[in-house]
């Protein structure tokens, strides 16, 4: 079965940190372009970025240009968001997902961006 | 791309069907002549989850009573009789024309 969990969301201030991970198993990893997707409370889904298989291709929503790193680490089966100069309209449910088509969602993990 | 759905609210007595357009501001015929609209449903305090994928084809699992149709930048996710387990929200999304990928805003499935 295809499992993405992700990880290391919590609470930080307006100007801060954050580095999400997500482990995956369950499929071969290195073939598939990887996405992370966010839901703000009450809110619809927004896309964040995408990355390709290896790496080479990064795509981000305009309001996070310049502030959020997608990467990934092939070897250990892992995708990446490292989230910097946070702002509290970044406070959401981020969710990892397989795939540009969606096909595979992980449980999602909270970011609060609060004082 | 601009996704715009409707209705926003869907209250539908259970076994009646249900019926949700969604629509493009720009025609999601890729250069590969394939169609990429997908449907995904997000029951309460789940995880979205993928139903329809390219415009009609339904994902393992997903019960018959769900299809999906539609061309061009006219879509629509219709479900033969809405059983009590439906409830949630769903959305459409074009992996089309990107960046980026773009979501409806969500339709509210509730039982009548």
């Known amino acids: 079965d295809v499992q993405l969990v992700e990880s290391g969301g919590g609470l930080v201030q307006p100007g801060g940190s954050l580095r999400l991970s997500c482990a995956t198993s369950?499929?071969?990893?290195?073939?598939?372009?990887m996405t992370w997707v966010r839901q703000a409370p009450g809110k619809g889904l927004e896309w964040v970025a995408n990355?390709?298989?290896?790496?080479?291709?990064?795509s981000y929503v305009d309001s996070v240009k310049g502030r959020f790193t997608i990467s990934r680490d092939n070897a250990k089966n892992s995708l990446y968001l490292q989230m910097n100069s946070l702002r509290a309209e970044d406070t959401a449910v981020y969710y990892c997902?397989?795939?540009?088509?969606?096909?595979?969602w992980g449980q999602g993990v909270l970011v609060t961006v609060s004082s | 791309v601009v996704m715009t759905q409707s209705p926003l609210s869907l209250p539908v007595a259970l076994g009646q069907p249900a019926s949700i357009s969604c629509r493009s501001s720009?025609?999601?015929?890729?250069?590969?002549?394939?169609?990429?609209l997908n449907w995904f449903q997000q029951r309460p305090g789940q995880s979205p989850r993928r139903l329809i994928y390219k415009v009609s084809n339904r994902d393992s699992g997903v019960p018959d009573r769900f299809s999906g149709s539609g061309s061009g930048t006219d879509f629509t996710l219709k479900i033969s009789r809405v059983e009590a387990e439906d409830v949630g929200v769903y959305y459409c999304m074009q992996p089309t024309l990107w960046p980026p990928i773009t979501f409806g805003q969500g339709t509210r499935l509730e039982i009548k």
């Open positions: 990355i390709k298989q290896d790496g080479s291709e990064k």
């Open positions: 720009q025609s999601l015929v890729d250069s590969d002549g394939n169609t990429y």
């Open positions: 997902v397989r795939e540009i088509a969606a096909r595979h």
């Open positions: 369950g499929f071969t990893f290195s073939n598939y372009w």
